[in-house]
C-alpha cells in the first residue's frame, strides 16, 4: 500500500474507532444547525416584549393601534394599567420598551391631526433598543398614513418619497437562505482545523510519530497522509450540515455541487494547513486544540460567515481580506445565493488554492524543522 | 550465520545537547548476523545512538555506513533496511494488530502479496497468531511487546534495531523474547540492542560494547571482556545477620570485601580455598545461606572500567 493512503487509511480507521470523536463530528454540526434553524428558521427572526399601557380607553383608533402592534409579530404586547408598574418591568428588562398611549390621543389624533404617544426604550441592549426604536416608529408612520387615507379618502405623501427597491441577482432570499451559506463556512473553518491540529501533535505524544519517522516515507507524504483523512472527516461534517440545512430549513438556494465541491475542498485544505502548523507549534495536544479552537473563534467573526465584514471596523475588515476562509465564504454565498458561475469565483478560488499552497508549504517547513530540531 | 561482513560502521560519532556530550567519539562496527549489544546504566548514551541509526536524530560529527549508504546521504533508503522497536509500545490501541501491521507495512511501501506471506510469517513466527485480530488495547503487556517487534519486522528488514526491548519483563517473558531474538538471528536478521541488563547482554549478545558517559569503554565477546577486564572467580559467603562480625573475623586474612550480610573473598584458587572456608564456619558454628564461587558478570566488568554499578544513573 502506498504510505500516504496508509496513514489516512489507519486514521480515518482510528476516528471510526472512537466513538467520542464520531459523536461530537456529528453532534456539532447537528447543534450548530439546530440553534440557527430555531433562529432564522422563522419568517421574522425578531420579537421582543413590549409594555403597552392605554391611557385613553378602549377606542376605535387604540384598538386599531394595539391590534396593529400585536399583529406585526415583531412584538410581544403585555397590557399595563399602570405605567410605573410597566416602567419597573422595563428596568426588570421583562419587557424591551413601554408604549404609553395617553389620555385624549384617539380625540387629539381625529379632531387635530395630531397626537402623541410615550416610548421608552431599555437601552442596556443597543441593537434590541435600536430594533425596538425603529420598528415602533415606522409601525405609527404606516398607521397613520392607513388612518389618513381612510378618513381624507386621498392618499398620503411624504414631502420626499424615496423610491426603494431591492436588486436580486439569483432569486430573493430571506434570512435562512442568508444564513446557510455562512453555515457551511463551520466545518472549513472548525473541523478541518481541530481534526489537522490533532493529527501530529497527537502521534507526538503517544510517541508513535517516532516509528513513522524511523520508516522511509518523506515528510511531505507523512503530512499529504493526514491531511486525506482530515479531508474525509471534514466532509463527514460538511455532508451532516448540508443534510441538515436542506432538510430543516429548506432555503431556496443554489446547490450547484460542481462548484460549491471545489471551495469546499480549497477551504478546506486552508483550515488543514492551518491546523498542521498549530500542530507543529503546538507542545501538547490541550496547548494545540486550544489554539485551534480559539483561532477558529476569532475567525468566525472576521470571514463574513455571520454578518458581512462591513460591518467590522475598517481596520478589521482589512484583517478579514487577507484571510483566506473570508474568500470561501464569499465564493459560496456567490454560488449559492446569485447563481455565481465559475468565471465569477475564479479570483476568490485562485486566492484560496494560492493561500493552501503557502500555508502548506509553511506546514511542512515547520515540521521538517521541528525534526531537525531533534 | 555471523559472517565477518560488517553492515553497520560507526566512526567517530559525536553528538552534543548544548553542553552534554551525549556521543562521544564513539566508533564501533557490527557483523552481518550478529547480535551486537550496547551495554551501560540509563544516560550512557545508547538511546541517543539508536535513534541517530534509525535516523530520529541529527549527529554534530561522524561517520555513519549502513550496507555502504551513508547515513546523511542516503537515510531513506537506510530506514527501509531496518526495523526499529523502541523500550515503548508504539501500536496503535484502536486497531487490530492486523491493522497495525498493515499501518506499518504501508510506510515501507509493502504490496499486499508481500504483506499476506510477511503476516502469515511473523504471526506464526513470533507467536502472535492467535490474536491477530484483536484490536491492541485487549491485549496484555507481553502481547503488546511481541506484536510491536512483528509490526516493526513486517517489512523484513535486514537489521533490527531494539532499544530496551524487555525493560520492565518479568523473567519468564524476558526469556521467551530473547528466544524470540536469537530466533530472529537464526532467520539471518541482524541485531542491535541496547540494554542495561548485563544477563540480558551476557546471555544473547554475541558482541557487546559497553557505554559509559556516551563512550565506549569496552568492546568485545562478553566471554572475553568477563576473563580479562572482569577479573578472577571469587568466593561469595553469605551469613545470618546476627554471624557478620564472626564471621568477618574468620575471612579476615583473605583479601575481601563485605557488604551487608555478604563476603566476597578474592583469592589465587577459589574452587580449592571455598571447601576450606566452609570448614572453617562450621568449626565455629556460623549460620551461613550460601557459599559459592562466582565467576565475572558484565557488571563486574562495568565496576571495573567506571567504578560505578550498571544500576547507577548520571547526575
Partial sequence: ?374 | MTSEKMIIEVEGLMKHYGEVKALDDVSFSVKEGEIFGLLGPNGAGKTTLMEILCGLRRFDEGKVNVFGLDLVKDPYKIRSLIGFCPQETLLYDLLSVRENFAFAASLYSLSSRKFKERVEFSSKFLGVEEFLNRRVQQLSGGMKRRANLAASVIHDPPIVILDEPTVGFDPNIKREFWELMKALKDHGKTLLLSTHDMYEADEICDRVAIMDEGKIVALDKPLILKKTIGGEASIRVRVKDDQVEKALKLIDKYNHIAKDNEVQVFVANPWETMPEISKKLISQRILTEKVEVVEPTLEDVFIKLTGRRLTEEYK
Fill in chain 1, 1 to 374: 500500500m502506498n504510505p500516504i493512503v496508509g496513514i489516512a487509511v489507519k486514521d480515518v480507521k482510528t476516528f471510526f474507532r472512537e466513538k467520542g470523536t464520531i459523536f461530537w463530528t456529528i453532534a456539532f454540526p447537528v447543534l450548530i444547525m439546530l440553534l440557527f434553524t430555531a433562529i432564522f428558521g422563522r419568517d421574522i427572526p425578531f420579537n421582543a416584549n413590549i409594555g403597552i399601557v392605554n391611557e385613553d380607553g378602549q377606542t376605535p383608533i387604540t384598538d386599531a393601534v394595539i391590534s396593529g402592534l400585536n399583529s406585526t409579530g415583531v412584538f410581544t404586547l403585555r397590557n399595563f394599567t399602570d405605567r410605573n408598574e410597566a416602567l419597573r418591568e422595563l428596568n426588570a428588562t421583562n419587557v424591551r420598551a413601554v408604549v404609553t398611549i395617553p389620555q385624549n390621543f384617539s380625540f387629539d389624533l381625529m379632531f387635530t391631526n395630531h397626537s402623541k404617544i410615550s416610548l421608552v426604550v431599555d437601552g442596556t441592549n443597543p441593537d434590541v433598543a435600536r430594533l425596538v426604536e425603529d420598528g415602533i416608529k415606522n409601525f405609527f408612520t404606516e398607521y397613520y398614513k392607513m388612518l389618513y387615507n381612510q378618513t381624507y379618502n386621498m392618499t398620503y405623501y411624504e414631502p420626499i418619497t424615496v423610491n426603494a427597491e431591492t436588486s436580486f441577482v439569483g432569486q430573493r432570499i430571506g434570512y435562512k437562505e442568508n444564513i446557510v451559506p455562512g453555515m457551511l463556512c463551520y466545518p472549513l473553518l472548525f473541523s478541518s482545523m481541530v481534526v489537522s491540529t490533532g493529527a501530529i501533535v497527537y502521534e507526538r505524544e503517544k510517541g508513535t510519530l517516532k516509528k513513522i519517522r524511523a520508516s522511509p516515507i518523506r515528510p511531505i507524504n507523512m503530512l499529504f497522509g493526514k491531511t486525506l483523512a482530515a479531508l474525509f472527516q471534514t466532509a463527514i461534517s460538511i455532508l451532516v450540515m448540508t443534510v441538515l440545512a436542506v432538510t430543516l430549513l429548506t432555503p431556496r438556494l443554489n446547490w450547484n455541487v460542481s462548484l460549491l465541491a471545489p471551495i469546499m475542498f480549497l477551504g478546506s485544505m486552508n483550515g488543514i494547513a492551518l491546523g498542521l502548523i498549530i500542530s507543529c507549534i503546538g507542545r501538547a495536544p490541550q496547548e494545540a486544540s486550544n489554539a485551534a479552537t480559539t483561532i477558529g473563534i476569532v475567525l468566525q467573526f472576521f470571514i463574513g460567515m455571520y454578518f458581512p465584514i462591513e460591518y467590522l471596523p475598517i481596520y478589521l475588515q482589512q484583517i478579514g481580506r487577507v484571510i483566506p476562509m473570508t474568500y470561501a465564504a464569499q465564493a459560496i454565498r456567490d454560488v449559492m445565493v446569485r447563481n455565481a458561475a465559475l468565471n465569477e469565483i475564479v479570483m476568490p478560488m485562485i486566492t484560496l488554492t494560492a493561500s493552501a499552497t503557502i500555508l502548506y508549504a509553511v506546514g511542512v517547513l515547520l515540521y521538517k524543522r521541528w525534526v531537525e530540531k531533534e
